[in-house]
DNA sequence: ACAAAATAGTTAATATATAAACTATTTACA
DNA sequence: TGTAAATAGTTTATATATTAACTATTTTGT
């Protein structure tokens, strides 16, 4: 059961173009992120486990210490602690000490975890597949490739 | 202090484009969302709470019923109640019952919160405009327009 | 008119996110 | 070499989000 109804168009209050351009975006990574949400829960896990087992399961056999994945997701160091923690209970993942330096965490993606993952990608593949028929793929490339500007752009102003 | 330290393309496990337009979708939305994060806590709210603010300031002058608002925004009515309850207890809004239908509760928005909504809207029209430079105005409509097609998409799916 | 269903909102339990303070360990350098 | 600074991660307090169960009120259908 979702929580959007319909599509409104408040915005009175924007003039500029790039306004509104901002607030489009918002809007739409929402509506994504709800249907995201309606997909992860289907597997008992959210986006946010799903992105960090991907790059655990796609990385170094070894595994990777935790603020090298936290590099690659937007999330702080504490939660990354957390989320850990409920990976760990979920049996995905496990902690191991480097030995070579011990203040270093390093996260080892499970069997489980790793059949899990590569279950749920595949399933992944094809849900994205399906929600984005809407666009022809000239439209992808184009979105695509402004997405990437604004992406190359904001990440300056922070 | 922000999380984002570079762009990563950590998604080689990624075959369809409409994958990619996903995933690109995703973190172009997760940057902004750190950069309003930024922004708004600079005025001590986060980004559901102005949006909350601007509907109800744009809205009608008797205040607006609480699932009516939720309607307009991708918020569960659970968490309308604790939104409500911050927003009052920062004095921006108050609450109302209905007179004629005693189990719905009005949202008026206070004086308090008029005045600081307008300071934050011109701020944010300044804001916006200032991050919104890398995409040159014609490319913003062509973003826009892309989208909305993604948005009208994707209403169907939920 | 009245019982059943629908509606509006709150509460409770839990998950997820943040910042700030903290512990443990390693590195830098005087 | 020993102390200050830097680094990695955890803990704590709090904010925000979700679902499910709950209360109060109104509407519906007979």
Redesign the pocket.
């Known amino acids: ?3 959007v109804k319909k599509l409104y168009e408040s915005y009175d209050w924007v003039g500029e173009i790039a306004n509104k351009t901002i607030i489009e975006l918002q809007k739409t990574a929402e509506i994504l ?2 249907l995201h ?2 997909f992860f ?1 289907r597997f008992d ?5 799903f992105n960090f087992l991907v790059i655990l399961y796609t990385g170094y056999d070894e595994g990777m ?6 590099e690659q997701m ?14 760990e ?1 979920q049996g995905y993942v496990k ?1 191991k000490r ?10 080892m993606i499970t069997d489980k975890g790793k059949s899990f993952t590569e279950k749920v990608i595949e399933e992944y593949k094809v849900w994205s597949k399906s929600i984005m028929t809407i666009l022809e793929d000239d439209e992808k490339s184009q979105l695509i490739g402004l997405l990437k500007k604004i992406q190359v752009g904001l990440i300056d102003k922070i």
């Open positions: 059961m979702s929580k992120t709800e949400n309606d829960s896990i959210s986006s946010t486990k210490m935790l603020s090298e994945i936290g937007l999330v702080t160091k504490a939660n990354i602690t957390g989320l850990v923690d409920r990976l209970k902690r480097d030995l070579f330096d011990r203040r270093k965490v390093i996260a």
